[in-house]
């Protein structure tokens, strides 16, 4: 199967309905790195909604049975992709890790958590995609542990061209359930948004780190 539009419109669509992803032009979050948005994802409130996590399960489950039949192998990225991907994973019938940040400072000092053997063909699930500088540390973490990690799959991508380019530059195919240009489609299609906020939040895209 591929991530057609019309899917990617649907699962905007259940975001919005269940408050995972909020916008506010006039009044901006603050992200953790400082960066003021009109937007913010949430996507670990899927967790609460049987029905919305059942549909991102199903989608993402079909489309890495599609594209990735090799896979041995699910995981997941902490925090926000951990309960996303044990889902996958069961849907699957396959063994399932989280890869932590980084490793944990007591105990066996894990970063990945949960059984593996080396060589085993991995998909990664995450959440969400900004930079894919969080993700990509997670997929370091796998290789390093001597994994083939096949690809990744997440939610929702803000399509930031440095993403692009960072997972372009690691040669990590990356798939996305929905983004950023199906999200404000969907928002105008309800007249959740105006027409001049569409404007703000297309221009806030393209340089999220100077706008203000």
């Not at 849907?91 to 958590?113: A, C, S, T, W």
């Not at 996305?176 to 001049?196: F, G, P």
């Amino acid at each position: 199967m591929e991530i057609s539009p019309s899917i990617a419109k649907t699962i905007a669509g259940l975001l919005l309905d269940i408050h995972a992803i909020k916008l506010s032009p006039k009044k901006p979050f603050i992200w953790a790195s400082g960066w003021k948005s009109p937007i913010y994802c949430d996507n670990r409130m899927l967790l609460s909604y049987p029905e919305a996590r059942d549909k991102v399960a199903i989608i993402i489950s079909a489309f890495i049975k599609e594209k990735y039949p090799e896979v041995q192998l699910i995981a997941g990225v902490a925090t926000g992709a951990i309960g996303i991907g044990m889902l996958v994973a069961d849907r699957l019938d396959l063994p399932f890790v989280y890869v932590r940040p980084e490793p944990k400072k007591h105990g066996r000092q894990n970063q990945i958590e949960g059984n593996f053997t080396q060589g085993e063909k991995t998909v990664v699930i995450e959440d969400l995609i900004s930079t894919g500088m969080s993700s990509l540390g997670a997929v370091k973490a796998l290789r390093e542990s001597q994994l083939n990690v096949l690809g990744m799959v997440a939610i929702f991508s803000y399509l930031f061209k440095i993403a692009k380019q960072n997972f372009t530059k690691e040669n990590i195919p990356l798939d996305t359930l929905s983004q950023y240009d199906a999200l404000l489609e969907e928002a105008k299609d309800r007249n959740y948004i105006s027409v001049q906020e569409i404007d703000i939040l297309t221009k806030w895209r393209l340089a999220p780190d100077k706008w203000d």
